[in-house]
T-cell receptor
Framework: DVKVTQSSRYLVKRTGEKVFLECVQDMDHENMFWYRQDPGLGLRLIYFSYDVKMKEKGDIPEGYSVSREKKERFSLILESASTNQTSMYLC??????????????FGPGTRLTVT | AQSVTQLDSQVPVFEEAPVELRCNYSSSVSVYLFWYVQYPNQGLQLLLKYLSGSTLVESINGFEAEFNKSQTSFHLRKPSVHISDTAEYFCAVRRTSYDKVIFGPGTSLSVIP
């Protein structure tokens, strides 16, 4: 089974803190993604990566950055956390091949609260 | 721009009754279509997908969805729901030649005993 793990299920941080969310996948997937999930808005793509050291902005990258130093690990960084970044953060990964086209495997999510 | 619409944000239904969760998308090119399910306090998992071929696709737990190109729809159906089907359901679309997946806002299915 594909496994995508996220470093924390729940996280509480103060405004202005630097926050790191870690994601690790064990299926040698090329692609990795960070989404945030908010009620009524569904999933919105923050950043994604097609390969090591490669990153692309998604729909809502402002206030976030990412790092992918190893294929299995994709980190989301909130440089200076703000209350409007309180959300559920979901990491996902997928193959880049035609066989698994589009199917993403998700981690359990990190519920971040910024106070 | 591509978009996905799920017309119903919440759908309550009695146990053993049929259900349909609606999904419409906008795209001028061929697409791949997906339904994901999110059970309480869990991440999303793939329920079923349409890539090509038969327009009717089925999941292992009794759900089915039909791709209708003329109506740009991919509605999800189940003839008889169980309590365990209570979850959030997300429709998603991906253009054939682009890796980005667009998710709908989700439909919360509540099965009432």
């Amino acid at each position: 089974d594909v496994k995508v793990t996220q470093s924390s299920r729940y996280l509480v941080k103060r405004t202005g803190e630097k926050v790191f969310l870690e994601c690790v996948q064990d299926m040698d997937h090329e692609n990795m993604f960070w989404y945030r999930q908010d009620p009524g808005l569904g999933l919105r793509l923050i950043y994604f990566s097609y390969d090591v050291k490669m990153k692309e902005k998604g729909d809502i990258p402002e206030g976030y950055s990412v790092s992918r130093e190893k294929k299995e690990r994709f980190s989301l960084i909130l440089e200076s956390a703000s209350t409007n970044q309180t959300s559920m953060y979901l990491c996902a990964s997928s193959f880049s091949s035609v066989v698994g086209l589009g199917e993403q495997y998700f981690g359990p999510g990190t519920r971040l609260t910024v106070t | 721009a591509q978009s996905v619409t799920q017309l119903d944000s919440q759908v309550p239904v009695f146990e053993e009754a049929p259900v349909e969760l609606r999904c419409n998308y906008s795209s001028s090119v061929s697409v791949y279509l997906f339904w994901y399910v999110q059970y309480p306090n869990q991440g999303l998992q793939l329920l079923l997908k349409y890539l090509s071929g038969s327009t009717l696709v089925e999941s292992i737990n009794g759900f089915e969805a039909e791709f209708n190109k003329s109506q740009t729809s991919f509605h999800l159906r189940k003839p008889s729901v169980h309590i365990s089907d209570t979850a959030e359901y997300f429709c998603a679309v991906r253009r054939t030649s682009y890796d980005k997946v667009i998710f709908g806002p989700g439909t919360s299915l509540s099965v009432i005993p």
